[in-house]
């Protein structure tokens, strides 16, 4: 049997490596990483009323594709469901289980948050809380707004935290308000709205998962 000359099996490794690279080019540096999300929603919401989901995605590859559903069908629409992050809008109430799925290529995954539906009351005030970033690390700032999902308008806004370390709310406007949490974990708010002939919305409630940051000398999520 003739042995293969050792310059042509060394292209040959070369090639494969090659074509690797060219699937997945940081393989060789950290290990294929395949696309990862976590989509967050608001806790609760009320039929007519909309509020952002947001994928939370890593590793999006270069060719993402992303398709959100909603269960059961009849709970509420999306603005885009092809997106990354978009808008529900309420149709039904109930327990909706809004699920993600999304690729990058090569992988695919799915995960899922919930969010508790209830009527709108007759003439009554319903408010929707909301937070940005949509990724906050420990240390950031996260910007809550508390806005009127109703025909009626709130004339106020009173967002208290209702879990997690305790922190202080800024506020900074009317239904905003500012928290800088210097560890990571989950953090419970709550906002209630008034009425100009005083009375109150139902609570509108969000729970914002604080990430760490990134280390020194080593790389941060984007």
């Known amino acids: 049997m ?3 000359p ?3 099996m060394n ?3 070369e090639s494969v490596v090659s074509l690797l690279l060219s699937i997945c080019p ?3 540096l950290a290990g294929c990483s395949g696309i990862s999300i976590a989509p967050s929603c608001p806790d609760t919401l009320t039929v007519g009323g909309s509020a952002p989901v947001v994928s939370n995605v890593i590793n999006p590859g270069a060719v993402p594709k992303y398709a959100w559903t909603v269960d059961p069908p009849g709970a509420g629409t999306f603005t885009d469901p092809t997106k990354a992050d978009t808008t529900f809008a309420a149709s039904a109430e109930g327990n909706a289980t809004v699920t993600l799925t999304a690729s990058d290529g090569l992988f695919q995954v799915k995960s899922w948050c919930h969010i508790q539906i209830s009527a709108t009351p007759a003439g009554g005030l319903t408010v929707q809380l909301t937070s940005l970033p949509s990724r906050p690390t420990a240390g950031s700032v996260i910007t809550l ?3 009127t999902t109703s025909a009626t308008p709130a004339q106020s806004f009173d967002i208290t935290q209702t879990s997690g370390a305790a922190l202080t709310i800024t506020n900074t406007g009317s239904g905003v308000a500012t928290v800088t ?3 990571a974990g989950d953090y419970g708010f709550r906002c209630i709205g008034t009425a100009s002939d005083g009375s109150t919305s139902d609570p509108a409630t ?3 998962t604080v990430e760490t940051g990134s280390k020194p000398g080593g790389r941060g999520r984007d």
Do not use: D, S, Y
């Open 6 to 8: 050792f310059n042509t």
């Open 145 to 147: 707004a508390c806005t």
């Open 11 to 13: 292209r040959t490794l």
């Open 26 to 28: 940081f393989c060789g």
């Open 206 to 208: 969000l729970t914002i």
């Open 2 to 4: 003739r042995k293969r």
């Open 181 to 183: 949490p210097a560890a």
